[in-house]
């Protein structure tokens, strides 16, 4: 049992490039969600989804897009990368419903130069 | 501004002493959650308690919720340095905002052997 797989780990990007993060759960999840953590900040709401085809924005969604076309996988698109875009992105999900907290991915660092 | 901010932001002592973490937050909750996130990993979910609930355990962990302050304590008992990470708090507000989670800042503790 895999739980919450985010891929890449580390990645460096140029400012104005575009990139996926992926995330797959293998727990048969309704909700998945991705956060971003910065220093002195805790963590924040970009994106979630409550099930396949749905989505809906978080605290802070501007920059990114997310779609759920599968219940396993909710990939985070940058569309231009800013540098402010520099964080750790957390993917995590959960049973809705299910009160037994959410599963976190391991998180990708991310760097936009 | 964030639901959940936690109290103190640093905490640090010895091996065997008993650890005390703070929460509060600002707006009604359907449950209130604690995770760890030991350095450069993703979080680990710890303890759920419900807004029905003032008291809960689980091994060396004691939460206490108090809706009438809007304040949450995570006690660890007996600590051990394994116990140094970053301990959040997060917050459900349930209805439309069913099963997303708002979190604290989080508190560092040390644990020195």
């Known amino acids: 049992n895999a739980g919450v797989t985010q891929t890449p780990k580390f990645q460096v990007l140029k400012t104005g490039q575009s990139m996926t993060l992926q995330c797959a759960q293998d727990m048969n999840h309704e909700y998945m969600s991705w956060y971003r953590q910065d220093p002195g900040m805790g963590l924040r709401l970009i994106h979630y989804s409550v099930g396949a085809g749905i989505t809906d924005q978080g605290e802070v969604p501007n920059g990114y897009n997310v779609s759920r076309s599968t219940t396993e996988d909710f990939p985070l698109r940058l569309l231009s990368a800013a540098p402010s875009q520099t964080s750790v992105y957390f993917c995590a999900s959960s049973y809705l419903g299910d009160l037994g907290g959410y599963t976190f991915g391991s998180g990708t660092r991310l760097t936009v130069v | 501004s964030q639901q959940g901010e936690e109290d103190p932001q640093a905490l640090s002592i010895q091996e065997g002493e008993n650890a005390t973490m703070n929460c509060s937050y600002k707006t009604s909750i359907n449950n209130l959650q604690w995770y760890r996130q030991n350095s450069g990993r993703g979080l680990v979910h710890l303890i759920l308690?419900?807004?029905?609930?003032r008291e809960k355990h689980s091994g060396r962990l004691r939460v206490t919720l108090d809706t009438s302050k809007k304040s949450s304590s995570l006690l660890i008992t007996a600590s051990r340095a394994a116990d140094t990470a970053s301990y959040f708090c997060?917050?459900?507000?349930?209805?439309?905002?069913?099963?997303?989670?708002?979190f604290g800042q989080g508190t560092i503790l040390t644990v020195h052997p």
């Open positions: 308690i419900r807004s029905n609930e």
């Open positions: 997060a917050t459900d507000t349930g209805g439309t905002s069913y099963g997303k989670l708002t």
